[in-house]
């Protein structure tokens, strides 16, 4: 009897070991990999590759050591300054996902201009495309007239008078 009680107690001592480092090591697996930038603000001229960027990116995770692939996942709207938050993101072995964002200063950002290819006078008998009346160009994008977005609410067909007509465009940082 005095070697069972001893057997059981050596059987929950090694029980209780044994979950405590499944654990242990469990919580490592959920544990995603650390991201690490050389600098909290990089300087960009617009159209270069922001995938440039992630040459001052690293990873490392417990498990899997370097991480060697990053991605630049999301490009978000210019806000003041001509900045803006480009996201990087890695992935370990265990599909455990981390993200880090970091500002973008475009050095030479304009926003999108817009040009007139046509005059706007034309005659009430006319069909009138206005698509053809103005263009649009874009640092980043180049042409984007193609998002050009006419407003004109009191235009009226073969009517004769004068009617005002904005024209509004993004460029893909919703500038």
Do not use: W
């Not at 630049?72 to 210019?78: A, K, L, P, S, T």
């Not at 201009?113 to 495309?129: Q, W």
């Not at 649009?136 to 006419?150: H, L, N, P, Q, T």
């Not at 009226?156 to 007509?165: D, R, Y």
């Amino acid at each position: 009897m005095k070697y069972f009680r001893l057997f059981v107690a050596i059987l929950a001592v090694s029980v209780t070991l044994f979950r405590g480092y499944l654990f242990l090591t469990k919580s490592d697996i959920d544990v995603g990999p650390v991201i690490t930038c050389e600098k909290e603000t990089f300087e960009l001229k617009c159209g270069q590759d922001t995938g440039e960027l992630v040459k001052f990116a690293s990873a490392y995770d417990k498990q899997d050591g370097n991480i060697e692939t990053i991605f630049v996942e999301d490009y978000y709207h210019i806000y003041e300054n001509n900045k803006s938050k480009v996201t990087f993101v890695a992935m370990d072995s265990d599909g455990n996902i981390t993200q880090c964002e970091r500002d973008v200063i475009y050095t030479d950002y304009t926003p999108p201009v817009l040009s007139m290819n046509a005059s706007g006078i034309f005659l009430a008998t006319d069909e009138f495309d206005f698509s053809t009346l103005m263009s649009a160009k874009d640092k980043f994008e180049g042409d984007i007239s193609s998002r050009v977005k006419y407003i004109c609410e009191s235009y009226e067909e073969n009517t004769v008078g004068t009617f005002p007509i904005k024209a509004r465009v993004c460029n893909i940082y919703g500038d």
